[in-house]
């Protein structure tokens, strides 16, 4: 099945959005509670964050993979539901979360990047759609990219005669999306813009070698998107002759609506990216935005960066998101009032790029709930 185009064609109608945010899943890739520290020996030292998910006071600390669902109103005044990402816990997030909150059909499931923690849980998604259970098919955004690596991994989501046994896989609707170029869902008037962000590095061959989805392995060619084919090569002939070289890993922020910027993955925001960032609305109503823990980490903003992210953007309200177990729920929040600068004398005691009045930042958490009303206000159902 080929993916279809995305062009930036919008409709003209001018009309309020009004959306709700439910934060799925706020955690890193690893998620919250790690076993590692649930079963930890007597002699080590505890992880408070980690044990603290067994008690009733530290259900914050529960983190699966980042992910969010989104309702929003429509031109139509329907409201549409758009998931970002379906990592590798969706399915255990979607049971807890979508009866509590009323959620079920989803019009689109846009994905940030091809990591684990935020696709492999597109398998999942036959729960809506085998046999017509909620919906026909769901329509799927993603890179050029991101699509080659679903391909690759799981060839049968892409083309029905890889699947295997008795053949249950979900129904998908490929959609392409592009760098800084709007889509709209359907013919909804709800608009996404996607725009790159770097997330770590990426270790590869240039060009990237042309690795075989399993079910090409004993054939002679490896066709691909275009058409065209190329010969598929051992992996040990590509491992020995290619010269490794460095590049960023790109990774999927969006802008919805020009209302809610998300930006789950990200270690770094290039200039171009920027651009795109400060040319919206000013104030932006909501951040969302990546924060592993207090150092930066290779693929990841730590505190430090994040903060800067916020100061330069300087949205209403940022909820911060991919938390590590290095910190609980109850420390980000004290974090956050303090690199936010809730009054006027802790302002003063910031550095020289932080000297711009307070801003409101605050740690996301999985299940909260935010809600951007028409003339941009915010509110959540955990700061409020
Ligand atoms: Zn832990
Ligand atoms: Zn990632």
Not at 10 to 39: A, K, N, R, V, W
Not at 229 to 257: E, M, N, V, W
Not at 269 to 297: F, G, N, Q, Y
Not at 335 to 362: F, L, N
Request: charged share 20%.
């Amino acid at each position: 099945m080929s993916p279809n185009s995305v062009n930036g064609s919008l409709s003209d109608t001018q009309y309020t959005p009004s959306i709700e945010l439910l934060f799925l899943g706020t955690g890193t890739s690893s998620s919250i509670p790690h076993l590692d520290c649930l079963t930890a020996p007597p002699n080590r030292m505890p992880c408070l964050t980690c044990l603290s998910t067994l008690t009733s006071e530290g259900k914050k600390n529960i983190r699966r993979n980042t992910s969010a669902a989104l309702r929003i109103l429509g031109k139509d005044g329907k409201r549409t539901t758009v998931v970002i990402d379906v990592g590798k816990n969706f399915q255990a997030a979607a049971v807890e979360w979508f009866p509590k909150y009323g959620l079920r059909e989803i019009d689109a499931v846009i994905i940030t990047h091809a990591h684990a923690d935020a696709m492999n849980g597109l398998d999942d998604l036959r729960g809506w759609t085998l046999g017509g259970a909620i919906q026909t098919h769901i329509d799927v955004y993603v890179s050029q990219s991101t699509f080659g690596e679903v391909q690759r991994s799981f060839p049968y989501l892409v083309s029905k005669e890889f699947a295997s046994g008795g053949g249950d896989v979900p129904d998908f609707e490929w959609h392409i999306i592009e760098d800084k170029v709007p889509f709209e869902i359907k013919d909804t008037g709800v608009r996404i813009t996607p725009f790159l962000v770097h997330h770590g590095r990426l270790f590869t061959t240039n060009p990237p070698p042309a690795f075989a989805p399993t079910p090409f392995a004993t054939q002679p060619t490896t066709p691909n998107l275009s058409g065209r084919s190329s010969p598929a090569r051992p992996l040990s002939d590509i491992c020995s002759s290619a010269t490794p070289k460095i590049h960023p890993y790109l990774c999927f922020g969006f802008l919805i609506q020009d209302t809610i910027v998300y930006i789950s993955d990200v270690s770094l925001i290039p200039d171009d990216t920027w651009a795109l960032l400060e040319s919206t609305k000013k104030p932006m109503p909501v951040l969302v935005l990546d924060c592993l823990r207090l150092r930066a980490h290779t693929s990841h903003m730590g505190v430090r960066e994040a903060v800067a992210t916020v100061r330069r953007l300087n949205p209403r309200r940022t909820y911060m998101t991919g938390f590590s177990h290095d910190i609980s729920h109850d420390e980000y929040v004290t974090i956050g009032k303090a690199a936010g600068g809730d009054s006027p004398r802790d302002t003063t005691s910031m550095s020289v790029t932080e000297r711009r009045g307070p801003v409101w930042i605050r740690p996301s958490h999985d299940g909260l709930r935010v809600f951007v009303s028409s003339d941009d206000s915010v509110k959540d159902e955990t700061y409020d």
